[in-house]
């Protein structure tokens, strides 16, 4: 967006910090507030029989979380859980919706996200229904890395296993793969990625595919890298 577009939602962010394992939305619950992560990044599940769920897609400093608001839905069919604790940009319901309706500098951009976030929940659908637990994990653990722009971060082989839909013995049979190929370390709840070209040859082509497609069509559309929103 330009500075004078941005200059005029600017009064209406309100930054707030968002700590790991937060909800901000439950499934089918209403949309209070939007956020734009800057540092953070935000897990959508799908819940299935009411006490399983699996992560569908991941939004980090790319994107916003309660895009069905840009789609005249006030109601999350996700659970929107913190996976990357940080910073973000909180914007009331009412607020976006005014801005939303007049500003064709903030649509383009929200559909263009929404278009994004469309072809990633399609990709992880087949990527779980056809890829090893190896490759899926390897896949999300670079999803994360472009997402927080680091090597190292938090996560919990209960919590891992959560994203990935899988139980735990699963990954802990993957983590060690990983591990045995020197492309990552854990230790005390924190992964380390010691080998990036190596992780990338680990993964399934779905992190690949999603990857390019968001670079071409940012490229396109003249933005080559997600904006921070600061």
């Known amino acids: 967006m330009s500075r004078k577009e941005y200059r005029r939602l600017l009064p209406l962010l309100e930054p707030v910090k968002l700590a790991f394992g937060e909800t901000l939305y439950e499934s089918q619950s209403q949309i209070r507030e939007v956020y734009f992560p800057n540092d953070c990044f935000v897990s959508m599940l799908t819940t299935v029989d009411d006490d399983k769920a699996a992560e569908v897609g991941l939004i980090g400093s790319e994107g916003m979380i309660g895009i069905p608001m840009a789609l005249g839905v006030a109601v999350s069919p996700f659970r929107a859980v913190v996976q990357g604790e940080g910073t973000a940009m909180r914007m009331r319901t009412a607020d976006f919706r005014r801005h939303f309706s007049t500003s064709a500098a903030l649509q383009r951009q929200v559909f263009l996200f929404t278009h994004l976030l469309m072809i990633q929940i399609a990709q992880t659908a087949a990527c779980n229904r056809f890829h090893v637990v190896t490759q899926r994990m390897a896949r999300w ?15 919990t082989q209960e919590f891992l296993a959560l994203m990935l839909g899988v139980r735990r013995v699963g990954v802990s049979v993957a983590m060690c793969a990983l591990r045995d190929r020197k492309v990552i370390s854990y230790r005390r709840g924190t992964i380390r990625i010691l080998d990036q070209a ?31 929103h600061k």
């Open 141 to 155: 653990l670079l999803m994360t890395h472009d997402r927080v722009n680091s090597s190292e971060f938090r996560i």
């Open 198 to 228: 190596g992780l990338v040859a680990a993964a399934c082509s779905c992190y690949k595919t999603v990857k390019d497609t968001y670079s071409r069509e940012q490229a396109r559309k003249g933005n080559s890298r997600p904006a921070q």
